[in-house]
């Protein structure tokens, strides 16, 4: 998804079938951020409750 990159991402962790937690991070490729410059993996992880929407495409 072309977005990720620069609008960051959400995941939602499943074990067993059952939503074990969810989690929303930044951009890795933010504005203005060269393409060959060391990035943070993970940038601004925080926790995220996922929407009815996200919970039904997941």
């Known amino acids: 998804m072309r977005g990720i990159g620069t609008a960051g991402e959400r995941a939602l962790q499943f074990f067993g079938g059952h939503l074990s937690h969810a989690g929303r991070e930044?951009?890795?490729l933010a504005s203005g951020t060269p393409c060959d410059q060391r990035k943070t993996a993970h940038p601004g992880?925080?926790?995220?409750?996922?929407?009815?929407?996200?919970?039904d495409v997941a």
């Not at 992880?45 to 919970?55: I, K, N, Q, R």
């Open 45 to 55: 992880l925080t926790p995220w409750t996922a929407s009815p929407a996200e919970l």
């Open 26 to 28: 930044g951009a890795v």
